[in-house]
């Protein structure tokens, strides 16, 4: 097992954000956590990243218990995050945004399987033509294209990204979709969350659907398409 | 037996005369008398022996912290020191019993509104006798306006604006014991027009505040008065504890002044005489503040060599005259060497000066009671309006009844090197600092030269009294 | 040159004098908060007590230089050591919380000091080799005040130069604008936090020890230019160093030409100017964060 939280329970003050929320993530798979605006998705990635401390629960990565570490020790430990609203460095070069994700300054060359600026430039084109020009100068959809390439620059092995599609053209949804698939064909695995269901399905090989602050029902994908309950209870609106 | 007769009621006559134009003499004796000084030899200022209980209460209200928290140990130190002198000797008799003085520290931070507080405190809570101020004239005018409202006896020995005591702000229980900003202003015209007839151009730089204003304002109408050849190259008001003064000795510098006129105070009149001098500007400045001896000391001997002084104490040529002054200048300056922070700096090493100022006026202040036998505002009042008394250096002060203003001769010192101080400083080690310039000549302003002004209107307010 | 273009010419050196004391002290202000989002109500009170320790070494060295050297960066260490053990640990009580610590600290400064050396103004002399005036062309102007000019360039392009050059200041940049962000990335913020809080009252010593010969040494010396760096950090816009930058210059020209051609509205230009900019721009000329 890669990751794997268990009852986690997340406040925001007195509100309780995420009420014995658990899931887990097997080597090389693609998890999808899904369910309408407002349930924790977010709280839920936060809190495995350590962005916010979880009042009880636990985080298992990789065998190392990571519960309540500082961001950077978690990102350390081989967690990357994307996250919903991008937060690129806009007063950064697209350069500098890339280099912001190498982990301690260096890049490891000898490993063939590494994601490297050369590797980021051969699956992102655009970023090669456009190396000096500021992060705030680019479309919402290269500034996602980004913000993922920047987190593949510090290797992580799991890959959490957050609403990746939101606000993208059509074309650019099929691109970052792909972009996706070949992240995960390259050995990492994704906890995604995508309201964009055809996307989100394409991608996923299993499913969590959360209601308000919890866990709903977990499933393979097959098993989701044969559950139109689950489905209607949490998903349509 | 006829004859006889006649014979005594000339005597008796004669005593009658005698004694009759004795006594207005004996009044005016009233005076600062070092003979009767207490065994000053325990005085320690760091470590003071403050009364408590039934006494006769002084409050310092001054700044003891913030920008000016020096100011408020000099004065501390200035009125603790007579505290101590009359308690050596035993108090003072007042209403039917003899009483310690006891000096409270009422910290008014500089701002207005604790200044009213604090002064309310004092006189309600403390149930201080006198309320003795302060560094700013805006802060005096609270006090005042506290005193007047509870009918407490203030004094002001160290604002000097001659608006505190016209008839808008005047009140019967204030006295102004200090030196006025009028007497300043005219006091320097008259020194530069009528004594020195030298330099004729003249640069004003005060602080941007009442007291500024007022100083230059004394200033000008005292060239008008005894000095109209005088010319006025420039005139500027900077903010209080400014940074940097270099733009205006630039234009000071531009203007070819001669002589900068200033009324500022620490820590403005340090920062002023540093900068100008660190600039290349080596023209004198005629100054109330610039004294304080460790500024003196940082800009060196050569740097305070000719400034001029004018002061509210002093003498005219040789400090030391009479075997009293000796007396009273050792009862301060033989125990400053065991005396710890703050009190250790140069600033407290002679007692004369500035701080010789704030003694002298609270021994006048404190022989006022004595004699008034009371702490009676009214009593009190009774006794100081229109009374006159001799300091240690036998200058006499005179307390104008109409509007509670000092008439006194005043002093000009000019600055110059240690090996010249001796023409002020006449006795061991004939130095008053041995590594900044300090009095040398000095002379006497007559009173009568150098007048407060008084406003008019005050006659008809105060007919009645 | 001229009588009156010397004149003019000091003015704006003058200016420029000023205005580098002002940047030196408002940079660290504005990157703190820029970062960590901390208005360090204490930074000017760092600038103070650094200009005591000034005093302090030359007393028993009797070397400017190595005051120059030792005093700011004892400031920068307890700058350090203030945001190592008592601001992250109030971190968790937010902004409020912050703030009072801050003030809490500052006060607790002004009053060692005072037990320290007491409330009288100390004396700092300029080193010998920096006294006096250089003439060129008519104008006569003082050695220090070039020094101060020339040391504060220094401390600017070496800034920019670790800014903009190093992987370092490239995080600084980024964390000014997204700290968390940053922090997910891998990178160990609180570190960077501690090592720009200690540049930040680093900075704040040398100007300290800087304008110590100029204006002696006394408690009322963080108030007194506090003031001017915290309006300089509000128009510049807060965590904009390039703001910081002119505004500081701005100021310092404004304060000196002031003196010269309205010298009764001096004292209150700069508020002047801080208003007319807030007006317009609320956040200051180069603010983006709230």
Redesign the interface.
Known sequence: MLLEATNLNTYYGESHALQDMSLNVEDGEVVALLGRNGMGKSTTMKTIMGLLKPRSGKVIFDGRDITGQRPHKVARAGIGYVPEERRIFPNLSVLDNLMMGVKGGKVDTSNANIWTIEKIFERFPFMRDRTNQKGALLSGGEQQMLTIGRTLMGNPRLLMVDEPTEGLSPVMVKEVRDVLAAICKSGISILLVEHNLKVAMSLADRVYLMGKAHLGFTGTIAELDANPEARAKYLEV | MKGKKWLLSIVVVVCCIALLGLSPAMGAKSKFDPSKMGDMSDLDLSNPVIPTGDTIKIAIVASF??????V??IYFASVQSVAHDYNKRGGILVDGKKKLVQVIKANHESKVPIAKKVSERMVLQEKVDVLWGTNGSHLMKVINQVADKYKTIAVSAAAVSDELYDAQNFSRYSFMTSISTSQVGRGMAYYYGQVRKKETKFYILCQ?YLFGHSIAGGFKAGLKEYYPDAELVGE????L????F???L??V??AGAEVVYTGDW??DA??LL??AR???LDLPFANLFIN?P??L??VGIEGTDGLVHIGQIGSDGKAFKTEGQIKYYKAWNDQYPKWK??FD?T?YEHGTGTIGAYRMQTYWLLDVIERAGSTDPEKIIKVWENDTWEDVNGTVYKMRGIDHKTERDLFIELYVPPEQQKESMNIEPYYWFKDCSNTGPSYKLPADKVTPVMDPKLKDIRKGS | MDPVTAMYVAQGMHGLAYGMILFLLASGLTLIFGMMGILNLAHATFFMLSAYLCYQVIAWTGSFWLALLIAPIVTGIIGVLLERFLLRKVHAFGHIGELILTVGVSLVILESVKVFWGTESLPVQIPNVLQGLVTAGGLDYPIYRLFIIGLSLVILIVLMLILYKTRLGMVVRAAVSDADMVDALGINVPLVFMLVFGVGTWMAGVAGVAIAPILTVFPGLADQVGMDAFIVVVVGGFGSLGGALLVAIICGLLNSYGVQFVSQLAPVLMYIFMAIVLVFKPMGLFGERE
């Not at chain 2, 912290?65 to 020096?70: K, T």
């Not at chain 2, 500027?236 to 903010?239: L, P």
């Open positions: 912290s913030g920008p000016a928290a020096a408020g140990d941007d500027d008001y900077h903010k504890f400014l940074t940097d270099a733009p205006y630039t234009k510098k531009a620490i820590p340090a920062n540093v900068q660190q600039m290349g304080n460790p500024f000391q940082q922070k703050p700096t600033t």
